[in-house]
Nanobody
Framework: QVQLVESGGGLVQAGGSLRLSCGAS????????MGWFRQAPGKEREFVAA???????YYGDSVKGRFTISRDSAKNMVYLQMNSLKPEDTAVYYC?????????????????WGQGTQVTVSS
């Protein structure tokens, strides 16, 4: 059973940057597809970015060109570098893993989830 823990959230001004980290325990994520999702108050969970088992990446339209997902399978870590942050990026950010190794946008494809980390972007 894979356990995921996110870190790196916080308060940042618009235009700033943050790097989120997701650490995995209980097993290697080498063959897992990994994703980041976010959920703002009163809104549905939204796909942010994903990386498959061979390192191919996929992004949601609202973050393309600003966010970068990466993985370090040797360290069992996944990262989300967020640049040019906007107030509308404010949300709880979740790390997720799927055993199929896919970079999928569908939250239902991910079996393992972290508890989330809050990102707040002030204007």
């Amino acid at each position: 059973q894979v356990q995921l823990v996110e870190s790196g959230g916080g308060l940042v001004q618009a235009g700033g940057s943050l790097r989120l980290s997701c650490g995995a325990s209980g097993g290697t994520i080498r063959n897992y597809g990994m994703g980041w999702f976010r959920q703002a108050p009163g809104k549905e969970r939204e796909f942010v970015a994903a990386v498959n088992q061979i390192g191919s990446t996929y992004y949601g339209d609202s973050v393309k060109g600003r966010f970068t997902i990466s993985r370090d399978s040797a360290k069992n870590m996944v990262y989300l570098q967020m640049n040019s942050l906007k107030p509308e990026d404010t949300a709880v950010y979740y790390c997720a893993a799927n055993g199929g190794g896919w970079a999928t946008v569908h939250a239902t494809n991910y079996a393992y989830w972290g508890q989330g980390t809050q990102v707040t972007v002030s204007s």
